[in-house]
């Protein structure tokens, strides 16, 4: 089993910055693929960023340049800077990581960029 614990999340200003970070733990296979995702009520979840356990990383396009995904294997942790916070930021964000055709997901934390 795998369990999957976010924090970091918070009230920020617009053009703030946060760090979310994502902790794993259980049964962690030495290559797998983690996310970082995030909704809003009402919407679809959405994909932030992913990363492998290579290091190869994919941010979504409304993140470019603002967001950085980035992982430490031997703490099984994974991070998600976010600088130039904007309201349409505001979200849950969840963390994913996906093993041996199998997806976990932590229960999220949440980020609210407001004034």
């Known amino acids: 089993q795998v369990q999957l614990v976010e924090s970091g999340g918070g009230l920020v200003q617009p053009g703030g910055s946060l760090r979310l970070s994502c902790a794993a733990s259980?049964?962690?296979?030495?290559?797998?693929?983690m996310g970082w995702y995030r909704q809003v009520p009402g919407k679809e979840r959405e994909m932030v960023a992913r990363i492998t356990s290579g290091m190869t990383t994919n941010h979504v396009d409304s993140v470019q340049g603002r967001f950085t995904i980035s992982r430490d294997n031997a703490k099984n942790t994974m991070y998600l800077q976010m600088n130039s916070l904007k309201p349409e930021d505001t979200a849950v964000y969840c963390c994913?990581?996906?093993?041996?055709?199998?997806?976990?997901w932590g229960k999220g934390t949440l980020v609210t960029v407001s004034s």
């Open positions: 994913n990581l996906a093993q041996w055709g199998r997806n976990y």
């Open positions: 259980g049964s962690i296979a030495s290559v797998n693929s």
